[in-house]
């Protein structure tokens, strides 16, 4: 057998490619076998830890990446903060002025304020906001089919009902 240095898998002698990736087995003379490897090889650990992964949790890890992105704007938004304050302390003396900037500053502080605290949600009630996204979907699905119905006994070679015991399903012998 030939190992795919790529997947893994294990592969017939006779096999030029895997049959799963399609990575060349039979490395031609020029190539050293360092060069046929790929750039990065994944630990067992990790190996283990994304085979047993389900695609909810798969879908919940997304959820809270995206909560990532909030913090984001949250940080970007921090970063103007600077410009509102000395802004504001230059031209305190000019009410217009005073009002206008106080309206922008505390709107940019609610918008921080904002994504933090959505930022944090999501990503502590991830599974419920991931259930709520699907269940308009659930409801749509077409219920499980019934289970297939037991199979007919087969009559025995002696001609009796085989393992059923007759009509009535039980297990009396005939008096």
């Known amino acids: 057998m030939k190992t795919c240095l ?11 490619q895997c049959e799963t990736c399609h990575t060349a087995l ?8 360092a060069d046929a490897r790929p750039d990065y090889m994944a630990s067992p650990q990790e190996t ?11 879908a919940v890890l997304m959820i809270r990446l995206q909560a990532l992105w909030l913090l984001f704007y949250a940080a970007v938004d921090l970063t103007y903060l600077p410009r509102y304050l000395i802004r504001w302390f230059e031209g305190s003396s000019y009410s217009a002025v005073s ?10 502080v609610f ?24 269940r ?8 499980n089919p019934p289970p297939n119905p037991p199979p007919e006994p087969t009559p025995a070679a002696d001609g009796s009902q085989g393992s059923s ?10 008096a």
């Not at 308009?136 to 219920?143: E, G, L, R, S």
């Open 48 to 58: 283990r830890f994304w085979e047993r992964m389900t695609f909810r949790q798969f």
């Open 165 to 174: 015991g007759g009509v009535g399903g039980g297990s009396r012998g005939s």
């Open 26 to 33: 039979a490395m031609p003379p020029e190539h050293s076998p």
């Open 6 to 16: 790529y997947c893994g898998l294990e592969n017939d002698d006779v096999a030029s």
């Open 111 to 134: 918008r921080i304020v904002l994504h933090v605290a959505a930022a944090l949600a999501v990503i502590q009630h991830a599974e419920r906001l991931l259930s709520w996204l699907v």
């Open 136 to 143: 308009d979907w659930v409801a749509k699905q077409p219920p």
């Open 99 to 108: 009002t206008e900037l106080k309206r922008e500053l505390a709107l940019a």
